[in-house]
């Protein structure tokens, strides 16, 4: 699921685009599924830390295009930039999970980076909040205010939570 979801028909409806609207949380699905494995095996030629940044600016990058989006055809394009993004944002978080924890502590900081994509579940009410105010356009929201350095954040936080546990046991 996306956060876009709860406010698709909103923004289907300010990018006139209805009978598409379902590309506008496809294809954020499609690019982070289908980037996932690729960015697994390049974990494994280069370092993942090195990697969570080119993840981390696709992101970016692709959350400015939909944010600065006014026609459909750019807003998924930007959509497709920030799934390749949050893919391999996804995949370089366990990874750096596992690299990074002992195997006794492994499962807990796996846990916890996992209950991190819960929480994520709060996204979808303000979503929905959201949609009740137009003074900026609605379908900015999900792009304002930093998203694009959550995927590295979160890790470095991970990181250094992993690090901390490895060093105590």
């Known amino acids: 699921m996306s956060g876009i979801s709860t406010i698709q028909s909103t923004i289907a409806a300010d990018l006139d685009a209805y009978e598409s609207a379902m590309w506008l949380t496809s294809s954020y699905l499609i690019s982070m599924s289908s980037v996932s494995p690729l960015i697994g095996r390049l974990a494994m030629q280069f370092s993942p830390q090195v990697m969570i940044l080119f993840s981390s600016a696709w992101f970016s990058i692709g959350a400015v295009v939909t944010s600065q989006a006014r026609s459909f055809a750019a807003f998924v394009f930007g959509r497709v930039l920030v799934g390749i993004g949050g893919g391999g944002v996804m995949t370089l978080s366990l990874i750096l999970v596992i690299q990074l924890t002992s195997k006794r502590t492994r499962g807990l900081m796996i846990g916890l980076t ?8 709060f996204d979808r009410f303000h979503g929905g909040l959201m949609m009740l105010t137009d003074d900026l356009g609605v379908h900015h929201w999900p792009h304002r ?16 939570l992993c690090r901390h546990w490895k060093d105590s046991t």
Not at 114 to 121: I, P
Not at 145 to 160: E, I, P, R
């Open 114 to 121: 996992n209950a991190v994509g819960v929480l994520l579940v």
């Open 145 to 160: 205010g930093g998203c694009g350095v959550w995927g590295a954040t979160s890790t470095d936080w991970m990181g250094m």
